[in-house]
């Protein structure tokens, strides 16, 4: 197994150059917010009184025509066009492996500059489809009962990265508007969920930045209801996250005491239960959302039975919330088990009959791993086989 950081509770990121460097010298207008772009572009010695309207122009090509070459954008002048191109770069990462499933969930293992990969997974539901989004590589925090925390840390994405993922899921869809055809209202990603792997609260710059971009109206324009961020409780950052993104919120509850929650979500140790349920009570005010999700997964023997149901219900009492249950997704060396079905069922009834809703999430894609760390740990296993290293989960 992967050595875990020193201490649970640190984050413990490597930094990146704060510059997003393309790689040959050009910077990569991706991820760059309308403000940040402006000034690229000023810097890069475009006329101040036409900066404005340059980068509502370059913003249109890339986010609502998805183009990813400056010739291609004729409404500016040739010498424009050529000035960008020297200056600047439109990159997206690179998908390494792309599987699709029986159910039609599509998951990409994607490949960073330097090397290190991420997972995006894409759920078709009825209607909608919601893009699974990462937001480090690895975690710093240790949650026993997740994949990506035994996984060595790693660093943060950069905003261009994130912003990436969704462009990159938007080509393998084919969802660029196409001109001249008729506009086509049903999404095929409407929503964006930011539960890959990482702590999006622990990288809040680049994921604030990131919503920024794809909620702006000019380009992908997802409103802001239509992207849950997912916390483990990183209290000091909920009410910023409420302030500056205003997205919806779902956290990882997974427990009804802290001797239990300190173990499941180490990083009660230092935010515990009360903390956060304060935190989460000013949520809804603060970002003008309507509820909650409380993620709560079912670990058979450990947080499963009524009464956890009953105190759970006591607990979030006066906050507006929706409980997701979701089933233990196993991974090989896990310290758990799934709860068997009926358990998760009376659990969910306990909750339901208390007045909250509690969906029992469907597992989707398993037929290609598509649970939280689970490609990327396969592709690696493979390559220390490869390698003669070990097979070691
Ligand atoms: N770090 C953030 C977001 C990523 S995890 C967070 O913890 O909220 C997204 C969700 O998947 C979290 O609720 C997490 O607790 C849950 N999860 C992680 N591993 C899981 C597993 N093996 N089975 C079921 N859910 C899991
Ligand atoms: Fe990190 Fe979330 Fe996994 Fe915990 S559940 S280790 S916070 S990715």
Same mark, same amino acid.
């Given at each position: 197994?992967? $050595?875990? &950081?020193?201490?649970?509770?640190? &984050?413990?990121?490597?930094?990146?150059?704060?510059?997003?460097?393309?790689?040959?010298?050009?910077?990569?207008?991706?991820?760059?917010?309308?403000?940040?772009?402006?000034? $690229?572009?000023?810097?890069?010695?475009?006329?101040?009184?036409?900066?404005?309207?340059?980068?509502?122009?370059?913003?249109?090509? *890339?986010?609502?025509?998805?183009?990813?070459?400056?010739?291609?954008?004729?409404?500016?002048?040739?010498?424009?066009?050529? /000035?960008?191109?020297?200056?600047?770069?439109?990159?997206?990462?690179?998908?390494?492996?792309?599987?699709?499933?029986?159910?039609?969930?599509?998951?990409?293992?994607? @490949?960073?500059?330097?090397?290190?990969?991420?997972?995006?997974?894409?759920?078709?539901?009825?209607?909608?489809?919601?893009?699974?989004?990462?937001?480090?590589?690895?975690?710093? /925090?240790?949650?026993?009962?997740?994949?990506?925390? !035994?996984?060595?840390? =790693?660093?943060?994405?950069?905003?261009?990265?994130?912003?990436?993922?969704?462009?990159? $899921? @938007?080509?393998?869809?084919?969802?660029?508007? =196409?001109?001249?055809?008729?506009?086509?209202?049903?999404?095929?990603?409407?929503?964006?969920?930011?539960?890959?792997?990482?702590?999006?609260?622990?990288?809040?710059?680049?994921?604030?930045?990131?919503?920024?971009?794809?909620?702006?109206?000019?380009?992908?324009?997802?409103?802001?209801?239509? *992207?849950?961020?997912? !916390?483990?409780?990183?209290?000091?950052?909920?009410?910023?996250?409420?302030?500056?993104?205003?997205?919806?919120?779902?956290?990882?509850?997974?427990?009804? %005491?802290?001797?239990?929650?300190?173990?499941?979500?180490?990083?009660?140790?230092?935010?515990?239960?009360?903390?956060?349920?304060?935190?989460?009570?000013?949520?809804?005010?603060?970002?003008?959302?309507?509820?909650?999700?409380?993620?709560?997964?079912? /670990?058979?023997?450990?947080?499963?039975?009524?009464?956890?149901? @009953?105190?759970?219900?006591?607990?979030?009492?006066?906050?507006?919330?929706?409980?997701?249950? *979701?089933?233990?997704?196993?991974? &090989?060396?896990?310290?758990?088990?799934?709860?068997?079905?009926?358990?998760?069922?009376?659990?969910?009834?306990?909750?339901?009959?208390?007045?909250?809703?509690?969906? *029992?999430?469907?597992?989707?894609?398993?037929?290609?791993?598509?649970?939280?760390?689970?490609?990327?740990?396969? %592709?690696?296993?493979?390559?220390?086989?490869?390698?003669?290293?070990?097979?070691?989960?």
């Amino acid at each position: 197994m992967d $050595a875990l &950081p020193a201490s649970p509770l640190q &984050p413990d990121v490597i930094a990146l150059p704060r510059k997003p460097e393309a790689g040959d010298g050009r910077t990569n207008l991706v991820g760059l917010t309308r403000p940040a772009l402006e000034a $690229a572009l000023a810097e890069a010695g475009l006329p101040a009184g036409q900066v404005r309207m340059r980068a509502a122009q370059v913003w249109q090509w *890339i986010y609502h025509w998805g183009v990813r070459d400056f010739a291609a954008m004729t409404n500016l002048s040739k010498a424009v066009r050529a /000035l960008l191109a020297e200056r600047f770069a439109i990159r997206v990462p690179e998908v390494a492996r792309r599987e699709v499933s029986a159910d039609g969930t599509r998951k990409y293992l994607v @490949r960073l500059e330097g090397g290190h990969e991420v997972e995006t997974v894409y759920i078709p539901e009825e209607g909608r489809g919601t893009l699974c989004v990462s937001s480090q590589v690895g975690c710093t /925090l240790t949650c026993s009962f997740c994949h990506t925390g !035994t996984q060595r840390l =790693v660093r943060n994405l950069t905003a261009a990265e994130i912003v990436g993922q969704v462009l990159l $899921a @938007r080509d393998d869809l084919g969802e660029w508007p =196409v001109r001249g055809a008729p506009k086509d209202e049903t999404r095929l990603l409407s929503n964006i969920v930011l539960m890959g792997m990482g702590e999006p609260l622990y990288n809040f710059e680049a994921v604030r930045d990131a919503m920024r971009v794809v909620m702006d109206g000019e380009g992908i324009a997802l409103s802001r209801r239509r *992207i849950t961020l997912s !916390t483990s409780g990183v209290v000091p950052e909920i009410a910023r996250c409420a302030e500056e993104i205003g997205c919806l919120l779902a956290v990882s509850f997974h427990a009804t %005491t802290d001797a239990v929650r300190d173990v499941l979500v180490p990083i009660n140790r230092k935010w515990n239960i009360a903390a956060l349920l304060a935190a989460l009570r000013d949520y809804p005010r603060l970002s003008n959302s309507e509820r909650i999700t409380f993620e709560y997964v079912m /670990l058979d023997g450990v947080n499963d039975s009524d009464e956890d149901a @009953r105190r759970l219900v006591r607990l979030i009492a006066g906050i507006p919330a929706k409980i997701n249950l *979701i089933p233990f997704n196993e991974w &090989p060396g896990a310290p758990y088990r799934r709860s068997p079905e009926a358990r998760i069922r009376r659990f969910a009834d306990i909750v339901h009959k208390a007045g909250y809703a509690s969906p *029992i999430r469907t597992p989707r894609g398993e037929d290609i791993m598509a649970a939280c760390g689970q490609l990327r740990s396969a %592709t690696e296993r493979a390559r220390r086989i490869r390698s003669g290293v070990g097979a070691a989960p």
